[in-house]
T-cell receptor, first 115, second 112 residues
Framework: AQTVTQSQPEMSVQEAETVTLSCTYD???????LFWYKQPPSRQMILVIR??????QNATENRFSVNFQKAAKSFSLKISDSQLGDAAMYFC????????????FGKGTKLSVIP | ETGVTQSPTHLIKTRGQQVTLRCSSQ?????VSWYQQALGQGPQFIFQ???????GRGNFPPRFSGLQFPNYSSELNVNALELDDSALYLC???????????FGPGTRLTVL
């Protein structure tokens, strides 16, 4: 079974600074997807960024980028120029590239942004 | 375009009762997945429905059951409620099984 581990229960960052959230995963599959989701206090889970395992290039979405290290099974999220609206729970998630594409989530990292 | 909606927002039940949660998928999406998120945890996959058929199930007992209707909306039914069933239940829809999942706001279930 696949597992996703987020070792940082809480992180904080100064507004306008950069922060990196860590995620490691365990799988024996070669075809899979990795995601970062954001869950603000409103509870609605929002997709931040997505990475296909077969792509060597790291995904980027505006201020959000990932460092995907396939051999190390590591998938970290970097948030640049942090904004107050970035404060939320961040979940790393894994999906197999076949079957039901169900998401396996980590336990999350609570990010606080300090004005 | 209307996003994923869930009802009710909150629900309080007592142990042993039954509950039905509802989800309306985003327009055109034929796949619905349900997740249980206990307090302080990440969501856990319950099951998925694709074109009205179950298409994958997580490690949940049979008292968790579901339905998907011809309009692709879905229900999650939980029988014989236990205290540990207290959680946020999230529904997610996708255009196809392999596409990005869009989440609803969730239903907060409290079992007393």
């Amino acid at each position: 079974a696949q597992t996703v581990t987020q070792s940082q229960p809480e992180m904080s960052v100064q507004e306008a600074e950069t922060v990196t959230l860590s995620c490691t995963y365990d799988t024996s599959e070669s075809d899979y997807y990795l995601f970062w989701y954001k869950q603000p206090p409103s509870r609605q889970m929002i997709l931040v960024i997505r990475q296909e395992a077969y792509k060597q290039q790291n995904a980027t979405e505006n201020r959000f980028s990932v460092n995907f290290q396939k051999a190390a099974k590591s998938f970290s999220l970097k948030i640049s120029d942090s904004q107050l609206g970035d404060a939320a729970m961040y979940f790393c998630a894994y999906s197999s590239g076949a079957g039901s594409y169900q998401l396996t989530f980590g336990k999350g990292t609570k990010l606080s942004v300090i004005p | 375009e209307t996003g994923v909606t869930q009802s009710p927002t909150h629900l309080i039940k007592t142990r042993g009762q039954q509950v039905t949660l509802r989800c309306s998928s985003q327009s055109g999406h034929n796949t619905v997945s349900w997740y249980q998120q206990a307090l302080g945890q990440g969501p856990q996959f319950i099951f998925q429905y694709y074109r009205e058929e179950e298409n994958g199930r997580g490690n949940f007992p049979p008292r968790f059951s579901g339905l998907q209707f011809p309009n692709y909306s879905s229900e999650l039914n939980v029988n014989a409620l236990e205290l540990d069933d207290s959680a946020l239940y999230l529904c997610a829809s996708s255009l196809r099984v392999y596409n990005e999942q869009f989440f609803g706001p969730g239903t907060r279930l409290t079992v007393l």
